[in-house]
């Protein structure tokens, strides 16, 4: 993620107000903006956007543009995005990974999903309209009001994927409106000198010990594939940055907390083309690369910028590009005549990946041991300090990253730690910064949701805890909230399943009473890779989950203003024991990876079901099995006795009337895998 750009100076965020006249505090809230008081309010956190906003406009009248459209994403699609590709929040002062923007030569909108609309309403200033939604659909239709007719509507075709380019392009279709692709970015434009620098760092070889296999035996695995195929492909186009970085088993840093490197490969059934900043590549990445010329194994080096050039020459041959439409711009994708493409969602490569081998398990479950370590670390170090009333969120960060790092094979956190204590929390995706942070309390929950980046795999955990006396709603919650992933995380299914057939299990217990969450129940994780990984999880768009899958499972609840709750764990899809055989593949479970238990003062037992104490007690069992060496092989005794402490088991006697719920729980699935086979 990249980091925030917060704006301290007052002078700064009194945009819309008289000159000299202080922000006044709304009568409510005073960490959120209100544009309707007389002058606006607009908090410490909020970034002034009036210059940013005057340049844009005159680079647009220049270029003949009535409205540009901003997204959150690179030239790769990538979820999270260096600081020079921070296009979005440059511009608008919002931090969140995810939100388009539109600016007209008059108006300026930010749309955005509901974990990030309190975020927004922080960061914004009075400049912006905040739409709460993130369909084309309705940034189509402000487009529509606020651009006249004939008038020109522009993006960055490269900063586009080929469905939201369509979108956009159906949506303006006969409203005398054009939609006019520039590859010149407008935005950098503005953006100037004062634009971050590329990346100058080194592109390394993973050593082979963290390797799954060698980049050879991969390239060989994915040419099968492509002569296995109906359409015959003639080459792959990999966009996606943890495609290339995978398949050659190299690594980078150009994006914070992802070790990856910008890049394009396109691999032919005899020729292999990696587009990258040759310079950069480290002498052991060189040799092993061009290892094998000549020779259909031998990697040609192209600089980076010539992808655009080199496709289109070879998309003038007797040729099919198979390419993976979540992951390649709509810029590259026109290149190549549509007779010549063949699209999927996701590369060969992308599901290739997504199915971890022996190796790879192995060493994705060590590094969750080594990661439960410092987690468990930080929860004995916050009870500790924590009623000396001397931790805030931002140092509280600080002390997991730290207790990470120093741990073997550690190369830092796998994201920007969320460290929210009370009503922060009720924002999914909050970070803290140095300048605007809670001191943690006995009183409050708290929820820190981190990961860590190791050469054997990449870890993502969330626990909420609280050390003082929760409300009885807070206890409510967070035991439906464990409930939920307890459930999901026990359940057994038929293989091919797809994620979001199931992903209802884990809001279950939540929904009885009806609460919710507003994300994502899941998603895939990598080997010293991505800590979001796609193909996997529990949404629409992802595949079927296959035994080699690794997903996290983190329901939550969020109640605004308040606090909020959430419990993330790593799962691996695994064949399942069960008494009886249906088909010939066998059902499918999960084996949590992540080791660190939950927090007994928030838990209410009579709420729980027998079924779901006995797997608590299992689950702690293991945590003690696997955790517990570790700890006194690194010599943390005060840990250990934690850890023992924490995970004695229940009492199974302690189960209410929850029990009954198992029945129910085995009728739901019963129902929503009726007609899984379609």
């Known amino acids: 993620m990249s980091p925030p750009l917060w704006i ?36 410490p956190t909020a970034t002034n956007t009036t210059a940013r906003l005057a340049a844009l406009r005159g680079i647009l009248r220049t270029h003949g543009v009535h409205a540009y459209i901003v997204p959150s994403t690179d030239a790769h699609m990538s979820e999270y995005i260096s600081e020079r590709d921070a296009r979005l929040g440059w511009l608008t002062g919002f931090t969140g990974s995810a939100g388009t923007a539109v600016v007209t030569r008059d108006k300026a909108a930010l749309w955005t999903d509901s974990r990030y609309w309190t975020q927004a309403e922080r960061e914004l200033d009075c400049n912006w309209e905040l739409q709460r939604t993130t369909s084309i659909e309705s940034i189509a239709t402000w487009i529509l009001k606020e651009v006249p007719a004939e008038g020109n509507v522009s993006l960055d075709p490269f900063l586009f994927s080929i469905d939201t380019w369509n979108s956009y392009s159906r949506a303006l279709r006969g409203s005398g409106r054009t939609l006019l692709p520039l590859e010149t970015n407008l935005v950098d434009q503005a ?31 994915i040419r099968q594939r492509m002569e296995q195929h109906a ?11 943890e495609e290339t970085a995978w398949l050659f088993n190299l690594r980078g840093d150009d994006i914070p907390y992802n070790p990856v490197f910008y890049s394009y490969t396109l691999l032919t059934n005899t020729t292999i083309s990696l587009f990258a900043e040759q310079s950069r590549l480290s002498q052991e990445a060189r040799q092993s690369l061009r290892s094998g010329c000549p020779g259909p194994l031998c990697v040609e080096l192209q600089d980076y910028g010539q992808v655009s050039a080199h496709l289109r020459r ?21 290149i190549v005549p549509q007779e010549k493409l063949l699209q999927e969602s996701y590369s060969p490569v992308m599901t290739a990946k997504a199915v971890k081998n022996a190796h790879e398990q192995e060493m994705l479950r060590a590094a969750h041991v080594r990661d439960a370590v410092a987690v468990i670390q930080y929860l004995l170090w916050l009870e500790r300090t924590v009623p000396q009333g001397q931790v805030d969120e931002f140092s509280g960060a600080q002390r997991i990253d730290a207790f990470r790092w120093a741990q073997e094979h550690s190369r830092g956190p796998s994201f920007e730690s969320i460290s929210a204590s009370g009503l922060n929390a009720a924002l999914a995706h909050y970070s803290p910064s140095n300048g605007s942070s809670r001191t943690l309390s006995a009183r ?40 939920g992933n307890i459930d999901l995380s026990r359940l ?12 209802s299990f884990a809001r279950r217990a939540l929904w009885d009473v009806g609460l919710n969450y507003g994300h994502g129940t899941g998603h895939g994780i990598g080997n010293f890779l991505s800590v979001h990984e796609w193909p996997v999880g529990f949404q629409s768009n992802n595949v079927p989950l296959e035994a080699g899958m690794f997903t996290s499972i983190e329901p939550g609840y969020y109640r605004d203003g308040d606090f909020g709750i959430r419990i993330e764990d790593v799962a691996l899809v695994v064949e399942a024991q069960t008494e009886h055989q249906s088909g010939e593949k066998p059902f499918l479970t999960f084996e949590v990876v992540s080791l660190v238990p939950y927090d007994r003062n928030l838990i209410d037992l009579s709420l729980l079901s027998p079924e779901q104490i006995r797997y608590l007690n299992s689950y702690y069992e293991r945590i ?3 955790v517990g060496p570790e700890l006194r092989r690194q010599q943390l005794e005060d840990e250990y006795v934690w850890l023992q402490e924490s995970t004695e088991p229940f009492a199974v006697s302690s189960a209410g009337s929850a029990a009954a719920g198992s029945l129910a729980l085995a009728a739901l699935l019963s129902v929503l895998l009726s007609g899984l086979g379609a």
């Open 444 to 483: 409050e929950m708290y929820l820190f949701d981190t990961g860590g980046q190791y050469l054997d795999g990449t870890t993502d955990i969330t626990r909420t805890v609280h050390w003082g006396e929760p409300t009885p709603l807070q206890k409510e919650a967070y035991t439906r909230v464990l409930m």
């Open 314 to 334: 070879y998309a003038q041959g007797n040729v099919t590009v198979w390419l993976g439409t979540e992951y390649t711009t709509y810029g590259l994708y026109a």
């Open 492 to 503: 057994v299914f038929p293989s091919n399943t797809a994620g979001r057939t199931v992903e």
């Open 191 to 221: 953006w100037g000198d004062q634009r971050p620098p590329p990346s100058s760092s080194e592109i390394y070889s993973l050593p082979a010990e963290f390797t799954g296999s060698r980049w050879q035996d991969k390239v060989a695995g």
């Open 624 to 626: 003690r099995a696997h």
């Open 231 to 241: 359409r015959r492909p003639t080459a792959v186009l990999l966009s996606g940055l």
């Open 8 to 43: 301290a100076a007052w002078a700064l965020l009194l945009h819309g107000c008289a000159a000299g006249r202080a922000p006044q505090a709304p009568s409510t809230r005073s960490d959120i903006r209100d544009c309707s008081a007389e002058p606006p309010y607009l908090p």
